[in-house]
């Protein structure tokens, strides 16, 4: 039937393995490196914490590295941005730092 073709098909491509560069990295950015009056929406702010344009310009060259495979954003608590514009703030630096990748 369609619906064991398609669980068959599911099956073998989790268990192809993926591909990565040889020495392939991952990224993690904690939103609280922010300083807090950019980024009121985490647990535990620090204060002296780094500016967008000072984080869009370290995370850069990280991300657009052809090792990177990925980024994981975390502290970011929602609950403490009913209005959004924090989580935009995160959104709008790693589009800005995914930028210089090429083929994006």
Do not use: K, Q
Request: charged share 20%; hydrophobic share 40%.
């Amino acid at each position: 039937s369609a619906t064991r073709a398609s669980a068959r098909h599911t099956e073998s491509t989790h268990r192809t393995p993926l591909l990565l560069p040889r020495r392939s990295i991952r990224r993690a950015l904690d939103a609280d490196v922010l300083d807090p009056s950019v980024m009121p929406a985490v647990d535990s702010p620090d204060p002296d914490g780094l500016l967008p344009d000072e984080l869009t310009a370290l995370l850069g060259p990280l991300v657009t590295s052809p090792h990177c495979v990925g980024l994981n954003v975390t502290i970011y608590d929602p609950d403490l941005d009913p209005d959004g514009t924090a989580g935009a703030l995160l959104t709008d630096i790693v589009v800005a730092a995914f930028a210089g990748r090429s083929g994006s």
